[in-house]
T-cell receptor, first 113, second 114 residues
């Protein structure tokens, strides 16, 4: 069975600094995808970034980048130049074709002014 | 892309009552999913709802408690029956139109049971 592990329940980062949120996964499939979502206190799930298992380059979306290390089965999210509005829960999730997403337990990020 | 709306956005209900949550998508999708997020927790899949077939429930969730309808390719409902305070959660509808990077979520329904 596929599994997502986020080992950091909470993280603090100084405004304008970079922060890395960890995510490891476990699957025997060759084809899969990894997502990161942001969930502010409003409860909505905001898509941040996606990495496919066959993508050779690490995904980037603005201030978000995904450090994908396939052999180590890790897909860490890097947020550069943190902003106060980045304070939220962050979830890592795994996709396989025709199956629903499986989520990690999440990391609560707090950005300090 | 897909735009999803949910009704109601939030509700406060008394124990023992039932609430039906609606999920509307602006395009036709085969697969729809219902998730529950209890306070301070991650998202847990309740069931997969495909049009034209019975919903498939995950372990720990049963049809009598969470009946689901999927009358067409753009709409689904989830009912939370005989509610207790433990059902207080955010309920989220999600769709996967096809491409792996396309996973969309509705804004969620925040339910409080008193």
């Amino acid at each position: 069975a596929q599994k997502i592990t986020q080992t950091q329940p909470g993280m603090f980062v100084q405004e304008k600094e970079a922060v890395t949120l960890d995510c490891t996964y476990d699957t025997s499939d060759q084809s899969y995808g990894l997502f990161w979502y942001k969930q502010p206190s409003s409860g909505e799930m905001i898509f941040l970034i996606y990495q496919g298992s066959y993508d050779e380059q690490n995904a980037t979306e603005g201030r978000y980048s995904l450090n994908f290390q396939k052999a180590r089965k890790s897909a860490n999210l890097v947020i550069s130049a943190s902003q106060l509005g980045d304070s939220a829960m962050y979830f890592c999730a795994m996709w396989r074709r025709n199956t629903p997403l499986v989520f990690g337990k999440g990391t609560r990020l707090s950005v300090i002014a | 892309s897909a735009v999803i709306s949910q009704k109601p956005s939030r509700d406060i209900c008394q124990r023992g009552t039932s609430l039906t949550i609606q999920c509307q998508v602006d395009s036709q999708v085969t697969m729809m999913f219902w998730y529950r997020q209890q306070p301070g927790q991650s998202l847990t899949l309740i069931a997969t709802a495909n049009q034209g077939s019975e919903a498939t429930y995950e372990s720990g969730f049963v049809i009598d408690k969470f009946p689901i309808s999927r009358p067409n390719l753009t709409f689904s409902t989830l009912t939370v029956s005989n509610m207790s305070p433990e059902d207080s959660s955010i309920y989220l509808c999600s769709v996967a139109p096809g491409d792996p990077y396309e996973q969309y979520f509705g804004p969620g329904t925040r339910l409080t049971v008193t």
